[in-house]
């Protein structure tokens, strides 16, 4: 079984589009994350979230919103997509034991925008 | 500011031992991890040190030092599928997780 998956695995889209990659967790975790990593390989956490709140890195531009329906689920929208969007776009998840846990990775989203 | 520094890149041979160093310096500690990534793929979780100390965990093995602001991934008995990168990760004072750029470990038979 699949504990953290996303889809689409491949998005093309045109500049200007807005566009959706979700994400889900079957392991019951209590905190999910979106990163986006660029073609220099470097991990940019971009959000964090669980049922308390949502901790939203401040240099990611508002043209990115997490929308979560519940628990399992974190999806990413973005609104008129740029060139500099282009990149992998990694979910995960962790349980919250009110100390630092591994995170589970989802496979990624390897986002292009032409 | 916070940072974490890790070699970009090292070689190492088939059946040899590396060390793969990381320095930080962020605003408060709560422990630091190392994930293993394979090109193409999601990072894994490879260990987990909050203490000083050594862990170790099969062939890999993750060393901190606090007051140094240092670990050091080691692998041992090198295998060609450990050509990957691995990437250091500390949890700071608000826990919020920081990353380093990652180590593109080659290995070479």
């Known amino acids: 079984d699949t504990a953290v998956s996303q889809t689409p695995k491949y998005l093309v889209t045109q500049m200007g589009n807005d566009k959706s990659i979700k994400c889900e967790q079957n392991l019951g975790h209590d905190t999910m994350y979106w990163y986006k990593q660029d073609s220099k390989k470097f991990l940019k956490i971009m959000f964090s979230y669980n049922n308390k709140e949502l901790i939203i890195n401040e240099t990611v531009p508002n043209r990115f919103s997490p929308k979560s329906p519940d628990k399992a689920h974190l999806n990413l929208h973005i609104n008129s997509l740029e060139l500099g969007d282009s990149a992998v776009y990694f979910c995960?998840?962790?349980?919250?034991?009110?100390?630092?846990?591994?995170?589970?990775f989802g496979p990624g989203t390897r986002l292009t925008v032409l | 500011g916070q940072n974490i520094d890790q070699p970009t890149e090292m070689t190492a041979t088939e059946g040899a031992i590396v060390q793969i160093n990381c320095t930080y310096q962020?605003?408060?500690?709560?422990?630091l991890f190392w994930y293993q990534q394979h090109a193409g793929e999601a990072p894994t979780f490879l260990s987990y040190n909050v203490l000083d100390g050594l862990e170790e965990k099969g062939r890999f093995s993750s060393f901190l030092s606090r007051s140094k602001g240092y670990s050091y991934l080691l692998l041992k008995e090198l295998q060609m599928k450990d050509s990957a990168s691995y990437l250091c990760a500390v949890i700071d004072s608000n826990y919020q997780l920081i990353w380093g750029a990652g180590t593109k470990l080659i290995i070479k038979p």
């Open positions: 995960a998840s962790s349980q919250d034991r009110g100390r630092p846990d591994e995170q589970f």
């Open positions: 962020t605003s408060g500690f709560n422990g």
